[in-house]
Nanobody, 127 residues
Framework: VQLQASGGGLVQAGGSLRLSCAASGRTFSGYVMGWFRQAPGKDREFVSAISWSGGSTYYADSVKGRFTISRDKAKNTVYLQMNSLKPEETAVYYC?????????????????????WGQGTLVTVSS
């Protein structure tokens, strides 16, 4: 499984960016794709996730209403549309997926549940 994240850059506070995660190496039906971020000196934290098959979505409370996750099955790509960005959201953003089962949706929020990670894309939000 290979994940390639892109779309990061420099944006002013209140601006928008759309991140992409191109997935390859297998079919992803039944999988969940997630986005995490890691700010300098901080732990990697959950941002959002989406069920590849059904499209169910999951968000961290801090991004609800501002970020939207989606997927394009034909392109094997997951997107993260980020609006109203804040300076404290400056971080490297990673996409991830897992081959493991999840008995409940709580797994999707946990960094340790994910097996495969993209290389990350830097988002810098200036004040």
């Amino acid at each position: 499984v290979q994940l390639q994240a892109s779309g990061g850059g420099l944006v002013q506070a209140g601006g928008s960016l759309r991140l992409s995660c191109a997935a390859s190496g297998r079919t992803f039906s039944g999988y969940v794709m997630g986005w995490f971020r890691q700010a300098p000196g901080k732990d990697r934290e959950f941002v959002s996730a989406i069920s590849w098959s059904g499209g169910s979505t999951y968000y961290a409370d801090s991004v609800k209403g501002r970020f939207t996750i989606s997927r394009d099955k034909a392109k094997n790509t997951v997107y993260l549309q980020m609006n109203s960005l804040k300076p404290e959201e400056t971080a490297v953003y990673y996409c991830a997926t897992s081959e493991d089962d999840c008995p409940n949706n709580e797994c999707y929020y946990l960094r340790g549940w994910y097996d495969y990670w993209g290389q990350g894309t830097l988002v810098t939000v200036s004040s």
